[in-house]
Structures are given as structure tokens and as C-alpha cells.
T-cell receptor, first 116, second 114 residues
Framework: GAVVSQHPSWVICKSGTSVKIECRSL??????MFWYRQFPKQSLMLMAT?????????EQGVEKDKFLINHASLTLSTLTVTSAHPEDSSFYIC????????????FGSGTQLSVL | AQSVSQHNHHVILSEAASLELGCNYS??????LFWYVQYPGQHLQLLLK??????LVKGIKGFEAEFIKSKFSFNLRKPSVQWSDTAEYFC????????????FGAGTRLFVKA
């Protein structure tokens, strides 16, 4: 199956700093990628839809100025958590959509962000 | 707003027991339905999906799910579980409008005792 690589897998940062998370589709092109956030013992919460070459579409309640998404190529989407605070600590997962109807999502391994 | 509800957060079964995990969604339009599985230490992966046609769909590893439109349900079943089925199972829905963004249920953790 298709492979989605997500880096880093774990990051610790100081409050007020910015953190960039990368999501790459290794053996296919992904015009659409999704970014999810997962709190402990809760489901994946969709944060935004990342479309190659255009602005991301954010879900209600997600601050677009805080969670910057860039999808500059067909194989790479990045999520930057700007001015991170402890409440941003969470598990972030990216996925790439395959198929025009989203027949399949391939997931990255996730990034555990801890903000001190 | 679209939502997905999974009835059980934790399920413990013995090997060879039958499994049924409940999933209900709230959306009146045309939806596509999925079950994803996450084995310990691994990525989420697709177990099965329903788009149209026969409402009883079969997936990998002996799993199946039945779409009952009148009940807005898409329950996952397996006649006889194995220890290797220990994992977390997520029901998910996307809709034909809105960019096919996929919404997930809270997940059900299944533990199968050997």
C-alpha cells in the first residue's frame, strides 16, 4: 500500500516557539491531505484539509493563524504550530487521500507534541 | 454537523467469541462509510468500506460490516475473533459534498484474551 511519512514522531518544545511537522507521500501524489489532532482516549479531530497549490480549509474552531498549513507540492504538506502553548500538546496525524471520493486514506505515524 | 458515534469504548473478548462493534452516524445525505483499524504500534489502516451496492461488505481478515440506512448504522462484525485482532477500531464517514473530508468516531479498543 501507499506510504505516508510523517516527521518528527516526537517533539518537545518551549512555550512560545514554533514547531513544524512534515507529511510526505512517498510513492504517490496526494492532491489532498488532512490534518487531525487526537487527544488521549478521544477520536481523531479533523483540523483542516490541505490542498496542493491552494489555501487550506480549516474546520470550525481551529485557528488558522496558529496552525499554518502549507501544501506546496503533490507529495508534501506541512503543519506549523506557531507560538505553541501547553494546551497545544497533542498527537497530530496527517493523512493523504487516494481516490476522487476519498476511497482510502493513508495515515502518517503521527507526531506527539509536548509543549513545556 | 456530521458526527459518528461508537457505542463501546472498550471491549474484552475471549478467542473464538463473536464480535460486533456498533457505529451510528448523523447525516441525512449520501455518505461513504469506513472502518479503520490501528494495531498496537502501527498506523491506522483501512479495514473495509461501503460506497454503494450490497449493504453487507466484507473486508480483510474476516471482518464484515452491514450498512442499515434506516438506522444510520454501520456495525462491524467478525464471527470468531483471534488474539491478533487486539487493536483499536474506528468507524468513519465521509460525505459526497464538502470535499469528502472524513470524520471519525471515538474508537473502540478491543482486547482479545488468548
Amino acid at each position: 500500500g501507499a506510504v505516508v511519512s510523517q516527521h518528527p514522531s516526537w517533539v518537545i518544545c518551549k512555550s512560545g516557539t514554533s514547531v513544524k511537522i512534515e507529511c510526505r507521500s512517498l510513492d504517490f501524489q496526494a492532491t489532498t491531505m488532512f490534518w487531525y489532532r487526537q487527544f488521549p482516549k478521544q477520536s481523531l479531530m479533523l483540523m483542516a484539509t490541505s490542498n496542493e497549490g491552494s489555501k487550506a480549509t480549516y474546520e470550525q474552531g481551529v485557528e488558522k493563524d496558529k496552525f499554518l498549513i502549507n501544501h506546496a507540492s503533490l507529495t508534501l504538506s506541512t503543519l506549523t504550530v506557531t507560538s505553541a502553548h501547553p494546551e497545544d500538546s497533542s498527537f497530530y496525524i496527517c493523512s493523504a487521500r487516494v481516490g476522487s471520493r476519498g476511497e482510502k486514506l493513508f495515515f502518517g505515524s503521527g507526531t506527539q507534541l509536548s509543549v513545556l | 454537523a456530521q458526527s459518528v458515534s461508537q457505542h463501546n469504548h472498550h471491549v474484552i473478548l475471549s478467542e473464538a467469541a463473536s464480535l460486533e462493534l456498533g457505529c451510528n452516524y448523523s447525516y441525512g445525505g449520501t455518505v461513504n462509510l469506513f472502518w479503520y483499524v490501528q494495531y498496537p504500534g502501527q498506523h491506522l489502516q483501512l479495514l473495509l468500506k461501503y460506497f454503494s451496492g450490497d449493504p453487507l461488505v466484507k473486508g480483510i481478515k474476516g471482518f464484515e460490516a452491514e450498512f442499515i440506512k434506516s438506522k444510520f448504522s454501520f456495525n462491524l462484525r467478525k464471527p470468531s475473533v483471534q488474539w491478533s485482532d487486539t487493536a483499536e477500531y474506528f468507524c468513519a464517514v465521509n460525505e459526497n459534498t464538502g470535499g469528502f473530508k472524513t470524520i471519525f468516531g471515538a474508537g473502540t479498543r478491543l482486547f482479545v484474551k488468548a
